[in-house]
């Protein structure tokens, strides 16, 4: 048996995304063919396929889109402050841009609801990191991807979804998008809470060590935002995907 082409596992992948229905399968098909008919390689095909899913990920909510885009700086200058090896770098980059592309089947009104959500609208977010590994896994370029993503929700102590991993279960490169994501998050306002501080959001994550966050992690990535003094705006900008 022939093994599908990259083209007919996005085609695979459109026919699985029904929340926005005609107008998202509309904008994808739309980019497909210029997508692959102008990549003249793996690595231009896979740039090209993560520019899609941003865009329609900025369609559907910008500011989860915005937060992809600064997670992805710190989890990369994490990972080059720490001299990872240049193929983790990049999986860390794609892994942190797409992390939350599951959320496409999350209904509009929960993800740009101004109050806290209840507990059945948290349930559906909850779903994003299996739905962001199944969307991903059917395309073979992001299968490394789609591992870290299917697990930067999990917590060390076991009480993280989907799967409740635990310790050394959790893929490394998930605690590092785990402790990007989460400061991220806190470090932005909402309406129901002030965001935090530099220092208090590091102070969060160290209080959280060992039970939602892996203690090492983010002890360097406490080391590593104090040496830098800054959140970092200039590794990896989305020109540069």
């Known amino acids: 048996m022939v093994a599908p082409t990259p083209r007919k596992r996005l085609h695979v992948f459109l026919n699985n995304i029904r929340e926005e229905g005609r107008l998202t399968l509309k904008l994808l ?3 497909l063919h210029k997508t692959t008919s102008q990549a003249k390689s793996t690595k231009q095909f896979k740039k090209k396929l993560i520019r899609i899913l941003l865009s329609l990920l900025r369609r559907k909510d910008l500011h989860t889109a915005d937060h992809c885009k600064r997670v992805m700086r710190l989890a990369v200058g ?42 059945t609208e948290f349930d559906k977010i909850k779903k994003h990191p299996l739905t962001g590994f199944f969307i991903l896994k059917k395309i073979s370029l992001f299968k490394h991807e789609a591992v870290i993503i299917k697990d930067h929700h999990e917590r060390i102590d076991g009480t993280g979804y989907p799967h409740g991993l635990q310790g050394n279960q959790i ?22 809470r002030q965001a935090l501080s530099l220092d208090e959001a590091l102070n969060e994550l160290l209080i959280h060590a060992e039970s939602q966050f892996d203690r090492i992690t983010v002890e360097r990535f406490y080391s590593y935002l104090k040496k830098e003094n800054r959140i970092p705006r200039d590794c990896f900008f989305t020109n540069d995907i």
């Not at 720490?82 to 942190?96: D, E, I, R």
């Not at 893929?171 to 129901?192: G, P």
């Open 171 to 192: 893929n490394e490169l998930s605690k590092v998008l785990s402790v990007c994501d989460a400061f991220d998050a806190m470090t932005k306002h909402r309406v129901y």
């Open 29 to 31: 098909e739309k980019t």
């Open 78 to 119: 994490y990972a080059k402050y720490y001299k990872y090896p240049s193929a983790q770098v990049h999986t860390l980059k794609y892994a942190s841009l797409l992390h939350d592309i599951g959320k496409l089947t999350v209904p509009k009104r929960i993800l740009l609801k101004p109050e806290k959500l209840n507990k």
